[in-house]
């Protein structure tokens, strides 16, 4: 049987970098920053004020949550979710899980989301191809969403914070 024609290789390997060296930073982050800004730190104001925030907030209690509960394999099955990935790996620092055993239990998760993105990602970004988004129309509808997508959420995020605010 002849080999598959065609970048798939190639591409799988480049995503697993991709999600290797996001879910690595996001524990390392995590951890230090757990060990330095919450346990010795209360800062009110700034980026740190903000990271302490997020690490002692509801989204990474969540994520210790599933972690409580399933352990290890919560972080493969991270993996395969949208939005819980982020909160778990950081939850993994937070906690402090020891690194081989985050390791290992990361790097199924980190192949089988390379495989989801190599497949089903590829697939949309062909698929944008075919429907003429490389056009200077489709650029331009692209962009388009692009930035309503992201004024959407600072809207989103600004209404967040002002309900926060006494």
């Not at 700034?46 to 989204?59: I, K």
Request: aromatic share 12%; glycine share 10%.
């Amino acid at each position: 049987m002849d080999r598959p024609e065609g970048p798939a290789a190639e591409v799988w390997l480049f995503f697993f970098v991709v999600v290797f060296l996001r879910a690595q930073a996001t524990y390392w982050i995590a951890r230090v920053a757990t060990s330095q800004v919450i346990d010795h730190t209360h800062p009110v104001t700034g980026w740190r004020a903000r990271v302490h925030g997020w690490l002692s907030g509801d989204s990474t209690a969540r994520g210790i949550e599933v972690l409580r509960r399933w352990g290890a394999w919560a972080v493969p099955f991270s993996f395969l979710t949208v939005g819980l990935q982020t909160v778990v790996n950081a939850g993994a620092g937070v906690i402090r899980m020891p690194y081989v055993r985050y390791l290992l239990a990361m790097l199924p998760g980190c192949a089988a989301w390379a495989l989801v993105w190599t497949t089903v990602g590829m697939s949309a970004f062909y698929a944008a191809l075919a429907a003429g988004l490389t056009t200077g129309w489709g650029i331009a509808l692209g962009v388009l969403a692009i930035v309503l997508v992201a004024a959407g959420v600072a809207v989103w995020r600004r209404r967040r914070v002002d309900d926060r605010t006494p």
